[in-house]
């Protein structure tokens, strides 16, 4: 397969590794470019990838919240930025957030059957074909999740006009402004430093498993771990895979806003539960970012223009 510059570009951009690096990853796996993040992982190039996917196309998250136990957080794509920055846009995407948050649906085909909350002689379905008929450009109802906290509450977090959208689910005894306010610092650590887990005991041992199989071929790649003993690779594999979890383990990791440096997320919930005499833990997390895992259509408005006039 022929490696193109922009497939490099992007192999770049995913892992951090050098230009010639990477055309040597896609080169070794005829341009598959989740085998070439292995590739470059294996050989110590990239420490992970950078971004949970190609993070490219356009649209907006959105959330809608009732009381503090119940929210739900929505992602409907457009083709353009320009569309996302639509008021039309964005009215409809917050619309589609109000009726996932009453909704009771299980996936996406059952939500888009379900009667529109604005107008509920159509769908969400034909809402949608509506509103696309109106901008005129392809719109898309991704994903929804919605969150209803049994035993706590739930606090929310939109982060760069609907770039990013974060729900903290808490079970807590009390629920006050101090307590809300550090859910909310924790929904910001969410999207800011992306953890993939709660706690390492949510951690399966297939992850795991497969983590230290890339720790093991960067170490075997490493001149300086050559010849070493067996049991001195192991810890040394174990000692990496550890300092990896409390990067993707939310309350390992170090909490942002720490005076200290040093204070992990653990440590700072425990701070506010104590000051609030509160039981109080995070249960779980959603974090939605617009465009993850798609693909970005690539623009050339010279070539567009030029097949219009010879058209």
Not at 107 to 131: C, G, H, Y
Not at 150 to 156: K, L, Q, R, S, Y
Not at 191 to 209: C, I
Not at 225 to 232: F, Q, T
Request: charged share 30%; net charge negative; with cysteine.
């Amino acid at each position: 397969m022929a490696i193109t510059a922009a497939m490099v570009k992007e192999l770049r951009e995913l892992t951090g590794a050098g230009m010639m690096d990477c055309k040597k990853a896609l080169g070794e796996t005829d341009g598959d470019m989740d085998a070439a993040v292995e590739f470059l992982r294996k050989n110590g190039q990239a420490k992970a990838e950078k971004k949970a996917g190609r993070i490219a196309a356009e649209g907006l998250c959105r959330i809608a919240v009732k009381d503090d136990t119940c929210a739900a957080v929505v992602e409907v794509n457009s083709e353009t930025d320009f569309v996302a920055k639509n008021e039309e846009f964005q009215n409809f995407v917050a619309a589609v957030a109000k009726q996932a948050v009453n909704s009771d649906a299980a996936d996406m085909d059952a939500f888009l059957a379900e009667a529109w909350n604005q107008d509920t002689s159509k769908t969400v379905k034909d809402a949608l074909v509506d509103k696309v008929a109106v901008i005129g450009e392809n719109l898309n109802i991704r994903r929804f999740e919605k969150v209803v906290a049994a035993h706590g509450c739930v606090v929310t977090y939109v982060h760069g006009g609907g770039r990013i959208g974060v729900i903290v689910e808490a079970d807590t005894d009390v629920v006050n402004d101090s307590v809300k306010e550090a859910l909310s610092n924790i929904a910001m650590q969410v999207a800011a430093l992306y953890p993939k887990y709660v706690s390492t005991d949510e951690v399966s041992e297939e992850y795991k498993a497969h983590e230290k199989e890339i720790l093991m071929a960067q170490i075997a790649n490493d001149p300086k771990m050559a010849g070493k003993p067996e049991k001195v690779i192991e810890g040394a594999v174990v000692g990496r895979l550890n300092k990896e979890l409390k990067e993707v383990c939310l309350l390992e990791q170090v909490y942002v806003k720490a005076e200290d440096g040093k204070q992990t997320v653990a440590q700072y919930i425990a701070q506010v539960a104590k000051e609030n005499s509160a039981n109080l833990s995070v249960k779980r997390f959603v974090r939605f970012e617009t465009g993850e895992g798609l693909e970005k259509k690539e623009e050339n408005f010279a070539a567009e223009v030029a097949a219009q006039m010879n058209a």
